[in-house]
């Protein structure tokens, strides 16, 4: 399963960077916050340039890795770059393309639900990957498929962030609204040259609320790193 070309905002963003558009910049419309803009330069980083919670997270990853979401590969390349076996795996042809181009070796381009061929000591999910579940309660069936994936004593390396910050109040008090849907429960739609993705669902996870629930599924969760702004790096194994 691929994306539709048409429909292929993350590839035709990146391609049009890497063919020299270095303003080209994705339209990042959400269902509970302001309208942003995501460069596609923040795509292209090297090491040097990644905060460092994103660092540590890089830092944990060993023998045969899996990155999900590689996007425009960048940190498929850094693994590469040490000598680690790295399958890089994104739904986008147009990203897988642009990993091609960059020199990274092994590329899948497929959606991570389908795919089975092979199991590995790492998983990476970077850049808030954990949210490809779509939402909290099939966050479960993300973590018992990506278990078939694992080798044994293998690891799942993630990033998130704990939302709670879009409902701080003037007197620093968080009032998080009563909804059935769990607040880190985004809609997204994506716009690029006035050509938009189609709204998805996507999450962000609290790292208290993501521990209970891998532990239901029975992994445990180790805390590495925190970000400046409520975000962190953690693995579940």
């Keep these: 399963m691929k994306i539709n070309e048409d429909k292929d905002i993350f590839g035709s963003c990146c391609k049009d960077y890497y ?15 302001e309208t ?31 990155d999900i979401g590689a996007c425009a590969g960048s940190h498929s390349l850094y693994l590469q770059g040490l000598g680690y076996s790295v399958t890089a795996l994104d739904i ?41 579940a779509g939402n909290l309660p099939k966050l479960p069936e993300l973590l018992d498929h990506l278990r078939t994936l694992l080798n044994p004593g293998g690891k799942i390396i993630f990033d998130s962030s704990d939302l709670q910050y879009l409902y701080l109040e003037e007197d620093g008090s968080i ?21 938009k993705s189609g709204k998805f669902n996507w999450f962000f996870v609290d790292p208290y609320t993501i521990e209970a629930v891998a532990g239901e599924c029975n992994f445990k969760m180790q805390f590495l790193a925190e970000g400046p702004h409520f975000d962190y790096v953690a693995c579940l194994y």
């Design 36 to 66: 942003d803009v995501l460069p596609a330069e923040h795509l292209f980083r090297n090491f040097d340039q990644m905060p460092h919670h994103e660092q540590v997270a890089l830092q944990q990853a060993r023998g045969e890795i899996l």
């Design 175 to 195: 009032a998080i609204p009563l909804t059935e849907r769990y607040y880190g429960e985004l809609i997204y739609n994506l716009e690029y040259k006035k050509k």
């Design 92 to 132: 986008s042809a147009g990203c897988c393309e642009v990993m091609k181009n960059r020199g990274v070796k092994n590329i899948i381009c497929t959606d991570i639900f389908k795919y089975q061929d092979k199991t590995y000591d790492s998983i990476l999910l970077l850049m808030n990957g954990i949210g490809i």
């Design 19 to 33: 063919n020299g558009d270095k303003n080209a910049q994705i339209i990042v419309h959400t269902d509970i916050a």
